[in-house]
């Protein structure tokens, strides 16, 4: 589904992603694993279109994604990809319910079924009207794991998606995920830090300066 081809990208002098090369199959929730710095965040916005790269291909589905028009980047985003930021980037002005809804009210669809059902998975029922600045870090980073789930999207990027929360809600939506690929068939990479959070994937990499290994 998803073919890391010898990525390369600097930040100036920096060499972040040093001849990265992946391959993730439908089904597969693979983990990258590294530092803190180290370049995960780029690597995923790499993949999703949202950081141009200076060599190598990043091919999805058949498509260099990395040589796609921005406007077919974003349709991606918006149809096919669910993007987890390690930033959240919950809208502050709408309410959960409304910010979860968000990727299928983008496409035209008004399903509150599903958000509300997404809602629930990630344990925050009952907080669909609340607005964002009513909750605590953890639920917000749960209601940016809901938002990217809720369109069905075929490759999940999830970027620290468990940064903030405790032990207990951290494994019950890295098992949503888990879930969603494994039923779907869709497929995931998770960036952390956590060797821990990583104990669940199929696969699990790490990334350094030198590029990306297998670690089992
Ligand atoms: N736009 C930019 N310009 C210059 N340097 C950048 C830019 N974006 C990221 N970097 C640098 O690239 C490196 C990798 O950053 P990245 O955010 O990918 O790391 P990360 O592995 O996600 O770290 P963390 O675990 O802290 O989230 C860092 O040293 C960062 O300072
Ligand atoms: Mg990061």
Redesign the pocket.
Same mark, same amino acid.
């Given at each position: 589904m998803l073919s890391l081809q010898d990525v390369t990208k600097r930040?100036?002098v920096?060499t972040?992603l040093n001849a990265v090369s992946l391959e993730v199959a439908a089904g597969e929730y693979v983990a990258v694993i !590294?530092? /803190?710095?180290? !370049?995960? /965040?780029?690597?995923?916005?790499a993949i999703a279109g949202l950081?141009p790269i200076d060599s190598g291909a990043i091919v999805f589905e058949g498509k260099d994604v990395s040589r796609l028009g921005e406007e077919e980047q974003a349709r991606l985003r918006r149809d096919t990809f669910g993007f987890v930021f390690?930033a959240f980037h919950v809208l502050p002005h709408l309410t959960v319910e409304e910010n979860v809804a968000l990727p299928l009210l983008l496409r035209g669809i008004s399903k509150r079924e599903k958000a509300r059902g997404l809602i629930a998975a990630v344990g925050l029922a009952g907080r669909e009207a609340s607005p964002p600045r009513e909750l605590s870090g953890g639920e917000l980073q749960r209601v940016a794991i809901a938002r990217a789930l809720v369109g069905d999207p075929k490759l999940i990027l999830a970027?620290?998606p468990t940064g903030n929360l405790d032990p207990q809600n951290a494994a019950q939506v890295l098992a949503l995920m888990k879930d969603i690929v494994k039923r779907r068939g869709a497929a995931a990479i998770l960036?952390?830090?956590s060797e821990q959070a990583a104990a669940g994937c199929d696969r699990r990499y790490r990334?350094t300066a030198e590029g990306l290994n297998p670690l089992d």
């Open positions: 930040f100036g920096r972040v !590294g530092d /803190s710095g180290i !370049g995960k /965040s780029t690597l995923l916005n950081e390690q970027d620290e960036a952390t830090h990334l």
